[in-house]
């Protein structure tokens, strides 16, 4: 899977004095958060299109990033992290209150489809307007023999 972030989305969480990543760094954390970020949103939105940065929405860059740069965070201050909340304690709150958000539908996603919505506006298509079935062009919806009557036995 392409990177659906880069080092700057990553770096934005950070001041460049506090934490200061590599402009080549690989953001080997990057995979598995996308993995499951996409995974979490996945039954309210169609994630297959989003294979790049340029096709992910906004905002699933930027809980992807938080999730890693709270990573990066841990690893960096490791030795000096103690029971005390931290930024990386922030970031990983907020990172879950927003997948949480988006994945209950109390948080919108602005540039990708909700499926739940497009499923629900779409609606089952029953007699007389289902055209699915129509063989014979001069039948429009509605006409035609029927395909099933009251008494016939099977």
């Given at each position: 899977?392409?990177?659906l ?15 200061l990543?590599?402009?080549?760094d690989?953001l080997?954390?990057?995979t ?9 949103v996945?039954?309210?939105y169609?994630t297959?299109?989003?294979?790049s ?8 860059k930027s ?8 990573i990066?965070y ?11 909340p931290?930024y ?5 709150k907020?990172?879950m209150m ?6 209950s ?12 919505e497009?499923l629900?506006s ?8 289902d055209t ?7 039948f ?9 009557a ?5």
């Amino acid at each position: 899977m392409a990177q659906l972030i880069n080092v700057e989305d990553v770096q934005s969480w950070f001041t460049e004095d506090r934490l200061l990543l590599e402009a080549d760094d690989e953001l080997t954390e990057e995979t598995n958060v996308s993995n499951e970020v996409l995974s979490a949103v996945d039954s309210r939105y169609d994630t297959s299109l989003w294979i790049s940065r340029a096709t992910t929405p906004t905002l699933i860059k930027s809980v992807i990033s938080a999730r890693v740069a709270a990573i990066r965070y841990r690893k960096h201050y490791a030795d000096q992290l103690d029971n005390e909340p931290n930024y990386a304690d922030w970031l990983d709150k907020w990172f879950m209150m927003t997948l949480d958000g988006i994945i209950s539908g109390q948080i919108q996603l602005l540039d990708a489809t909700d499926l739940t919505e497009a499923l629900a506006s779409a609606g089952p298509v029953f007699h007389p307007t289902d055209t699915s079935s129509i063989d014979d062009p001069p039948f429009g919806p509605g006409e035609g023999p029927a395909a099933f009557a009251m008494g016939i036995t099977f």
